[in-house]
């Protein structure tokens, strides 16, 4: 994934695609960094560049969001209630 990434989806204007020959749109730019920041935090797989370990902030994959902020805003609705 890290290097399907890394090699074929970056559009050298910026943004991320979904195969090589297809454009780069947001879409598939979030998914691609969401797929880099939940393989980024699998550290103990091979392959996994150890900057990215401590680079990259936990995805909560159900959410697509930083997992810190899915917490906050748990907390705020549960605390409404």
């Known amino acids: 994934l890290l290097d399907y990434l890394i090699v074929c989806a970056q559009v050298a204007q910026g943004g991320l695609r979904d195969k090589p020959g297809k454009g780069r749109d947001y879409y ?5 960094l969401s797929g880099l920041a939940v393989a980024a935090s699998a550290s103990e797989l091979p392959g996994v560049p150890e900057g990215w370990v401590n680079g ?3 995805i909560n994959p159900i959410f ?3 997992n810190d902020k899915v917490e906050a805003a748990l907390e705020h609705f549960r605390a409404a209630e």
């Open 56 to 58: 990259v902030r936990l």
């Open 64 to 66: 697509n969001v930083v």
């Open 28 to 32: 598939h730019t979030c998914y691609a």
